[in-house]
């Protein structure tokens, strides 16, 4: 069955960064993208960017450029999402989600908090 | 970017009600809509895509409509593991943005 793996919990200090890793089973992984979406508590959810995994390249929400790398490793099926120069404020759980269809998001992984506090 | 508005924000209600929630984009989206249901501690669920079409696995007492910019999803009969919150996403163009959330308790 497909499945998404995050990684644990980290805690950061601000402006540091984050490497939150997502580990694909269950299908082909180079048949679907992958997409990271954040949800601060309480809060909605917020689109951070794609990866293309069959080329390997990604695109970022506007509000993330320049902080957000997002990579993989297609021996081990396994994407990154990297956020560098971290606030308080992006203290959220980080999904990853494959796309289908390239339109609907169809499983997910269970999520990674990330806390950033000094 | 596209904007979507849900609502309402929250709704109480009872087993066996029908509940109604609508979400509506800043732009025509066709039919480029999806709806997930959220529970605390889980990661959203999709529950309807293309704005009207039931993922598989999903209960038939959920159902959407829409098209454009406004859009409703409909739980008939509410059972007690409805109890969540939904999201719209609208899927038309780059950024994907989601609606706010609407929680459905008791």
């Known amino acids: 069955q497909v499945q998404l793996q995050q990684s644990r919990a980290e805690v950061r200090k601000p402006g540091a960064s984050v490497k939150v890793s997502c580990r694909t089973s269950g299908y082909t992984f180079s048949f679907y993208h992958l997409h990271w979406v954040r949800q601060a508590a309480g809060q909605g959810l917020e689109w951070m960017g794609w990866?293309?995994?069959?080329?390997?390249?990604?695109k970022y929400a506007q509000k993330f450029q320049g902080r957000v790398t997002m990579t993989m490793d297609t021996a081990s099926n396994v994407a990154y999402m990297e956020l560098s120069g971290l606030r308080s404020d992006d203290t959220a759980v980080y999904f990853c989600a494959r796309i289908w269809s390239l339109k609907y998001f169809d499983f997910w992984g269970h999520g990674t908090r990330v806390v950033v506090s000094s | 970017d596209i904007q979507l508005t849900q609502s309402p924000s929250s709704v109480s209600a009872s087993v066996g009600d029908k509940v109604t929630i609508t979400c509506r984009a800043s732009?025509?989206?066709?039919?480029?809509l999806a709806w997930y249901q959220q529970k605390p501690g889980q990661a959203p669920k999709l529950l309807i895509y293309?704005?009207?079409t039931l993922q598989v696995g999903v209960p038939s007492r959920f159902s959407g409509s829409g098209s454009g910019t406004d859009f409703i999803l409909s739980i008939n009969s509410l059972q007690p593991e409805d109890f969540a919150t939904y999201f719209c996403q609208q899927a038309d163009s780059f950024p994907f943005t989601f609606g706010q959330g609407t929680e459905v308790d008791v």
């Open positions: 990866i293309n995994s069959n080329t390997g390249g990604a």
């Open positions: 732009q025509s989206i066709s039919d480029l």
């Open positions: 293309a704005a009207s």
